[in-house]
C-alpha cells in the first residue's frame, strides 16, 4: 500500500515544521511529515524524486511578492507538472493559515480582554488583509489599515507581513508565534499550558478544546479544507 509523504521546506523545531506534524498527526496519522530545510532543498528533492509508487504532498510557502520565491516556485511547478505522483498545495505559508483562521480574535483573546482595544489597529489589519486576499485582490500594500499597522508596508512581502502580524496579535498569550516558537494552546489541548498564570484567560476559557478538536477547526475554518480537498488528503472524522 502506498505511503503519503507531506514535505515541507522548514527545518525541524521551527514553528512551521511543528504546527505541520501536529495537524497531520491528528487529521492525517497515516501522512509522513519530512523537512527538507529550506525552499531551495525541496525543490531540489522534488526534482530528483524517482519514487513513482509512493504520494507527495509539497507545501512550499507562496510568498507573492518575493521574486526569489516566485522563480523557485515557477521551476517547482514544473518538476511537480512532470510527476504524476506529486502534488503542490496553494499555501502562502502557514502563518498566514493562523491568521486567516475564521475563530483567531475569538481563541486568542477572552471577551472582556484589554487587548482587543490595546490591539484594536493590529485586529483591522488582520480583517482586511485576510478580506483582501480571499477576494483576489493583491494590492494589499494600498489598504488604509495595513499602511497604518505596518509603516514600513514597502520593504516587507506577505510572509513577512503575515508573520509579524500574527507574532504582534497573539504576543503574550499562550497561542504566541515566532519563527522559533508556537504557543502551546496551539498543539496542546486545553489546558496543558505548563507557563499559564491565573490572570491568563483566552476564549476558550469556557469552551475548552482538545488538541484534536483544535486541529479540526483550523482545518475548517481556513484555507486548508479547499487545499487538502484538492490533494485528496482525507481527514480523520
Not at 96 to 118: H, M, N, P, Q, T
Not at 140 to 169: C, F, T, W
Amino acid at each position: 500500500m502506498a505511503t503519503t509523504f507531506l514535505w515541507i521546506e522548514d527545518r525541524k523545531g521551527k514553528a512551521s515544521y511543528i504546527f505541520w506534524e501536529n495537524l497531520m498527526k491528528r487529521l492525517c496519522p497515516d501522512v509522513i511529515v519530512e523537512s527538507k530545510k529550506n525552499n531551495s532543498e525541496l525543490v531540489k528533492a522534488v526534482k530528483t524524486l524517482q519514487d513513482e509508487e509512493n504520494k507527495y504532498i509539497i507545501v512550499f510557502d507562496n510568498s507573492f511578492d518575493n521574486l526569489q520565491v516566485v522563480m523557485e516556485q515557477k521551476r517547482l511547478k514544473k518538476y511537480v507538472n512532470e510527476k504524476k505522483n506529486v502534488c503542490l498545495l496553494d499555501i502562502i505559508c502557514f502563518e498566514y493559515i493562523l491568521l486567516e483562521f475564521k475563530e483567531l480574535i475569538e481563541w486568542i483573546y477572552a471577551s472582556e480582554d484589554d487587548f482587543l482595544k490595546k490591539r484594536a489597529g493590529m485586529i483591522e489589519a488582520r480583517h482586511k488583509l485576510v478580506e483582501a486576499l480571499q477576494d483576489d485582490d493583491f494590492n494589499y500594500k494600498g489598504i488604509r489599515e495595513i499602511v497604518e499597522y505596518d509603516k514600513r508596508i514597502d520593504e516587507h512581502n506577505i510572509e513577512q507581513l503575515s508573520a509579524r502580524l500574527l507574532y504582534d496579535l497573539t504576543r503574550n498569550t499562550g497561542f504566541e508565534v515566532s519563527k522559533g516558537v508556537i504557543g502551546e494552546c496551539w498543539i496542546k489541548s486545553c489546558c496543558e499550558w505548563r507557563e499559564r498564570q491565573e490572570d491568563d484567560i483566552c476564549g476558550l476559557d469556557n469552551n475548552r478544546l482538545s488538541v484534536f478538536d483544535k486541529m479540526k477547526r483550523i482545518y475548517a475554518g481556513s484555507s486548508l479544507k479547499l487545499q487538502f480537498s484538492k490533494v485528496g488528503l482525507e481527514i480523520v472524522a
